[in-house]
């Protein structure tokens, strides 16, 4: 199994703390099923600021350090970059890692709102060549209130990633709702753990798969499955033509 977003660096942002958290979280890892984690720290998010190179010079000493304890993960680089105005002023400056160095690209919300300039931000990558994946929208507010706006970027070619937990209900049942709801409209196109350490944030990638088998069966776990394999490999990803979703059906009035 491959899980493409951890905070599993240690000491560069919320995650993990302390490289004995790091051989922590990559021992439950590998108990979960993951061979493959994708680590992606914060960028840019107000608080933390997590640069291309370094980012790079960790993930390798974090490699190391499992061959190091006989731990069968592979760790990839990537990031976790909060939506910002000189986005791709910073691509260019060679400070912003794509995932896995595929065109794929992290792009976080604020949690409360989806900027005005997202639309067309986004839109730019993707003329550059870059492919946006939205992280975690099943926990966006404005999102949630208006799924419409996570249709039309994914409409204009952006990808979606929900998080385990969200899906496995940790996260309260409005959002597992929320995120079947996604998944169910084709607004959804990765799983992945935005796992921050053992305890309260851990992995849970294989409750969110149970979940999605018996909810939507085999097939569906399949396609978020391959999806991450694809995405590591640089390749193009399978997306389904997205639906909208009914605001009052959210909201279960009918």
Do not use: C, W
């Not at 986004?122 to 099943?138: N, R, T």
């Not at 995120?179 to 935005?194: G, M, R, V, Y």
């Not at 999806?227 to 979703?245: C, D, K, M, S, T």
């Amino acid at each position: 199994m491959i899980d493409i977003h951890s905070h599993i660096l240690p000491g560069v942002d919320d995650g993990a703390q302390t490289i004995d958290d790091a051989i922590a979280m990559a021992r439950a890892a590998v108990k979960e099923g993951i061979t493959t984690i994708i680590a992606t720290p914060h960028h840019k998010n107000g608080k933390y600021d997590n640069p291309k190179h370094s980012i790079i010079t960790l993930a390798a000493q974090l490699n190391d350090i499992m061959k190091q304890h006989d731990i069968p993960l592979t760790v990839l680089p990537g990031q976790e970059v909060r939506i910002h105005g000189d986005l791709l002023k910073n691509l260019a400056e060679n400070e912003i890692m794509t995932l896995a160095d595929t065109l794929y690209l992290f792009i976080e919300f604020p949690f409360d709102h989806v900027p005005r300039y997202a639309e067309q931000l986004l839109f730019d990558l993707q003329l550059k060549g870059f492919i946006p994946i939205i992280v975690h929208p099943e926990r966006n507010a404005e999102i949630m209130e208006r799924p419409e706006r996570l249709y039309q970027l994914v409409k204009r070619g952006s990808l979606a990633q929900l998080t385990a937990s969200s899906v496995s209900g940790h996260f309260g049942k409005k959002i597992k709702k929320f995120s079947l709801q996604l998944i169910e409209a084709n607004l959804a196109h990765f799983i992945a753990s935005d796992a921050h350490n053992t305890t309260n944030r851990p992995f849970r990638m294989r409750e969110a798969y149970d979940v999605i088998n018996k909810e939507f069966g085999m097939n569906a776990v399949y396609f978020f499955q391959e999806n991450a394999e694809l995405l590591i490999r640089g390749q193009a990803v399978y997306r389904e033509e997205p639906e909208r979703i009914k605001k009052k059906k959210f909201l279960g009035l009918f």
